[in-house]
């Protein structure tokens, strides 16, 4: 990715040119994140003139690959594990429109096995056979364990996978399905924390169903499981900056949008990068909520304070991941993805083990802690936990090093009242600004903050200043 930042004499020849020649100015992106790369290469491909320009030296946003340096060896990892499922339909299918590589991704059936010998894979039959089978040939379940999950999910398929009432948490709606305690703390528990990056207590039980009902009871590949081969870059990112250059768009990274501004008589906008101003036919936002409440606050308008300040209402969650290293020769007895035990009163709050395969002759592995803000904190502590947790639950030796990444804001909190965002409005509050749309994880109002969820919002903001130009 050789894209640099504009400096300020190119900033203002881009605009005299553009001016001079009358053309329309590009559809400025904010935010070369998914949901930025996602409307970036949509706007491409509807023929439209783009600009994509983001504050980091890479793009990427939250889903980006990161070198880190394990036992003295630079390897090339990410900012944190990312698992995707079959249903991505959108991620998969961008990632395949720019030239992903066939083997950047690993597909596997789905397989949940955890440290406490629960063990559950879907065989390879029509659905909904396959989660049916799956179900009765569990492991580590009791009868009336696998007899009330069958009878939860079973009914959720028959009826058509009905929502909850609106504010039903998920830890409400649990409780509702009459499913047993033994059941909730080793399996729907871990899975909500999983999806929705939520506590069960907290997270948004209409959300949790849909996303059942798209990956359990969708058609069997829906609920495959895909994890990048080595890193996330070479999934979408690196692909996707590639793509966008050689069809013309043009690239900014180090450029942050310091303000925006709304030409008079609906002449367009221009982006304030505190280096000059870049001239836009239209501005894509897809960054974080706390940005965009930044950027949106500024504009004019009766509205501009109240949909700020809902899109600062938007919360979020940490997730930590701690790398481990261990010899090359030294083989791990665990197996590729594995559910552990979690017992945070006694430090052990890894939540997800995944093997990360070999590299500079260093075997590596990575541990998920999502929703823990406190553990997130004390970073010794957790380290230490999480080694001492894979010795007693996997039989795992001493790793050679460690390296913790912890992000604060790893995605939204997906709590039942969280506001819903959409390209054009937030809530009931339509957007009052012609030209300017939302995009990002949380611009997809029925879904948690995940890869998908960002990468449909790029696709609608996309859509809708394509079809906005076309009448402008
Ligand atoms: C550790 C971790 C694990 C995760 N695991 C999963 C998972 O397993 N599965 C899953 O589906 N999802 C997962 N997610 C969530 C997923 O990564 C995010 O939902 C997704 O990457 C969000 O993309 P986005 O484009 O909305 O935002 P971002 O990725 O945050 O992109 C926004 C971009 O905007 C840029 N920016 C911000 N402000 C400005 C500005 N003023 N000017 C210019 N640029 C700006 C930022 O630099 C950034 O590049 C995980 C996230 C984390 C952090």
């Not at 998920?170 to 047993?180: S, T």
């Not at 929705?196 to 009902?213: E, G, H, S, Y």
């Amino acid at each position: 990715m050789s894209a640099a930042a504009p400096d300020r004499a190119e900033v203002s020849r881009r605009r005299d040119t553009l001016d001079g020649d009358g053309r329309r100015a590009p559809v400025t992106v904010v935010g070369a994140g998914w949901s930025g790369l996602a409307a970036a290469v949509a706007l491409r491909d509807r023929g439209l003139p783009v600009r994509l320009i983001d504050s980091a030296p890479q793009a990427g946003g939250r889903a980006r690959g990161l070198a880190i340096t394990l036992a003295g060896r630079t390897v090339r990892l990410d900012n944190g594990q990312h698992l995707m499922v079959g249903a991505y339909r959108d991620s998969l299918a961008l990632a395949r429109r720019v030239g992903m590589a066939h083997d950047a991704l690993r597909r596997s059936p789905m397989r949940l096995v955890a440290a406490d010998g629960l063990s559950l894979s879907a065989p390879p039959l029509p659905a909904p056979l396959h989660l049916a089978a799956g179900l009765i040939g569990a492991r580590g379940l009791t009868w009336p364990d696998r007899w009330a999950l069958l009878r939860c999910l079973g009914g959720l398929r028959l009826r058509g996978w009905p929502a909850p009432a609106p504010q039903t948490t998920v830890a409400q709606w649990l409780a509702a399905q009459r499913q047993p305690e033994a059941l909730r703390r080793r399996f729907w528990v871990p899975l909500c924390v999983a999806m929705l990056n939520t506590p069960a207590p907290q997270a948004c039980a209409a959300t949790f169903v849909r996303v059942l009902r798209d990956t359990l009871g969708a058609p069997r590949g829906d609920s495959d499981f895909l994890l990048a081969a080595h890193s996330l870059d070479e999934v979408l990112p690196a692909p996707a900056i590639k793509h966008l250059q050689a069809h013309g768009a043009q690239v900014c990274l180090r450029t942050t949008a310091r303000g925006l501004r709304m030409q008079p008589e609906g002449a367009g906008w221009s982006v304030d990068t505190g280096e000059g101003l870049l001239p836009a036919s239209g501005v894509i936002l897809a960054v974080p909520a706390p940005a965009q409440a930044r950027l949106v606050a500024g504009l004019p308008g009766a509205q501009a304070e109240a949909i700020a300040a809902r899109l600062a209402g938007i919360d979020h969650e940490p997730i930590a991941t701690l790398y481990l290293a261990w010899p090359a020769d030294r083989p791990l007895p665990a197996p590729e993805l594995c559910m552990l035990t979690e017992n945070p009163a006694r430090g052990a709050h890894g939540q997800w083990f995944f093997d990360r395969g070999e590299q500079q002759g260093l075997r590596l592995a990575a541990v998920v802690v999502s929703a823990a803000a406190e553990a997130a904190h004390a970073r010794e502590a957790l380290t230490e936990g999480i080694v001492a947790q894979l010795r007693a639950q996997l039989a795992l030796p001493a790793p050679l090093d460690t390296r913790l990444v912890v992000e604060r804001r790893a995605t939204l909190r997906c709590t039942p009242d969280r506001p819903r965002v959409h390209a054009h409005a937030v809530d009931s509050l339509t957007l009052p600004w012609p030209g300017l749309w939302l995009a990002g994880e949380q611009a997809w109002p029925d879904y948690p903050g995940t890869l998908e969820a960002a990468v449909r919002s790029g696709r609608a903001a996309a859509a809708a200043a394509a079809s906005h130009l076309a009448e402008h």
